[in-house]
């Protein structure tokens, strides 16, 4: 089915179609998601803050609401340790990957790939939207709570794109076909007119998305994942506070009759309290039991750093590691080499899709390679895992010897080298170094 065919059926022209599938209800229950994300991830508004106040001798009592903002700490530890300690690579024919590492510098596009996982790990999609300027190859990063992407119900291809945001009183839309982009919006009336058409030489925007066991047409957030564990850790750090202050301060409890008919100010400090003899007057505390406390709070720690696949060791606030092997290493970020190993495959499925498009537009400008040459190329990812320096050096100077590997290889290995710029200097001296054996002989 194309997108004619989808429109006819379906709706009465263009119009009715960017308006309708905006107002989807699929679509909608989505676009909720993602705000809901936004709100947790950008103002705080966590379950937490619901919790009621509470009432003693009459008057309400502020209650404790201490946010946790865990999920931050692991978005960003995913990020960083995937794309934080150097850019995804290209390796492959060298002067396909010499031509494409230009297009690479020239977009900015290790911001660009960095900026993408962010937005898969918060949102569980991405969307990027390749176009060229002043013959020049750039990406446009698409909020994904402005994002709509229409599927064809039988095949699951995309058929369409609509970008629809909401500025100044003024709806406006964007819809991108194969061929065509058209905007509308509604700024002279209640209905969306079209205010601008071009062609579009570049196709649909590329869709990066996660597994989602409901829809196969939209990414899945792992922040939904670990929102109710930190939404109970808040809340039994919250409850234990109050317990424990309440715990420290105690009720004070009079037994027996007064010999005075004053009463004893609420507020009041140092007042003496005539009892009768048979009377009493003690403070009366709640028991607080710190150990079952520490078991809970601790066993929900665990949990989150299961669940999120990032090393206890640092969820608990260890900022080095010292005094362990690159076995026992590897062992403690297991969990992190798979998930960022997932990530790195979702956006490979999304950075083919950007080098097809990247091919069209060179081979427009007279650029042209045959398909072995890109089919070839192939993404490197490093993540950014602890290790020995010395203990690296001494393997690779071994293998270096017997010549069991390359200088690239070394290169991607190494994370106090900046591959790209080590391997202009290398090339460099290279041709310095024949020169100067030609001028010797």
């Known amino acids: 089915m194309d997108l004619n065919e989808y429109i006819s059926g379906r709706y009465d022209g263009l119009e009715d179609f960017v308006k309708s599938e905006v107002g989807n209800v699929s679509q909608q229950l989505h676009m909720n998601q993602i705000t809901d994300i936004k709100e947790y991830l950008g103002k705080n508004v966590h379950k937490i803050h619901k919790r009621p106040n509470e009432t003693f001798n009459n008057e309400v009592v502020e209650v404790e609401r201490i946010t946790l903002n865990y999920a931050k700490t692991i978005i960003n530890f995913s990020i960083n340790f995937l794309l934080g300690r150097s850019p995804v690579q290209l390796s492959g024919t060298e002067d396909v990957v010499k031509e494409l590492n230009r297009v690479y510098r020239k977009g900015k ?42 599927y064809d119900p039988e ?55 996660t597994e989602n066991e ?54 009041g400090n ?33 949990a989150l750093g299961d669940i999120s696949s990032m090393p206890n060791v640092l969820l608990n606030g260890s900022s080095t590691i010292s005094n362990v092997g690159d076995v026992a290493i ?29 091919r069209d537009v060179l081979e427009m400008q007279g650029i042209t390679f045959n398909d072995d040459d890109y089919e070839r190329v192939q993404f490197v990812f490093s993540p950014n895992m602890p290790k020995d320096d ?22 991607d290995n190494v994370s106090f080298i900046d591959k790209v710029s080590e391997t202009e200097r290398l090339a460099k001296e290279s041709i310095t170094q024949g020169n100067k054996d030609e001028l010797s002989d």
Do not use: W
């Open 109 to 150: 596009y290790h911001k660009t790939d960095y900026k993408i996982l962010s937005h898969l790990i918060r949102y569980g999609e991405a969307f990027e939207y390749v176009y060229v300027k002043n013959n020049n190859i750039y990406s446009h990063i698409i909020d994904p709570s402005e994002a709509y992407p229409v």
């Open 155 to 209: 095949t699951n291809e995309m058929l369409a794109f609509i970008q629809y945001y909401h500025s100044d009183y003024t709806d406006y839309y964007v819809l991108f076909t194969e061929d065509l982009v058209y905007k509308y919006n509604d700024s002279q009336g209640e209905e969306i007119r079209l205010v601008e058409q071009r062609a579009n030489n570049t196709g649909l925007p590329i869709h990066y998305k």
């Open 214 to 267: 409901y829809d196969n047409t939209r990414g899945y957030s792992e922040v939904l994942d670990y929102i109710e564990i930190i939404d109970s850790m808040e809340s039994l750090l919250s409850k234990a506070v109050d317990g424990y202050y309440r715990h420290i301060m105690g009720t004070p409890v009079s037994v027996g009759r007064t010999l005075t008919n004053v009463d004893l100010p609420k507020h």
């Open 270 to 302: 140092g007042f003496g309290i005539a009892l009768d003899d048979d009377g009493d007057f003690k403070y009366v505390t709640n028991p607080f039991d710190h150990n079952a406390f520490k078991e809970l709070y601790g066993t929900l720690k665990n």
């Open 330 to 358: 590897e062992s403690i970020f297991y969990l992190s080499l798979i998930k960022a190993n997932m990530n790195s495959k979702y956006l490979q499925d999304g950075f083919e899709t950007r080098i097809q498009k990247m």
């Open 390 to 411: 010395k203990q690296l050096v001494e393997i690779i100077e071994k293998l270096k010897d017997i010549g069991a590997i390359s200088v690239e290889t070394i290169l």
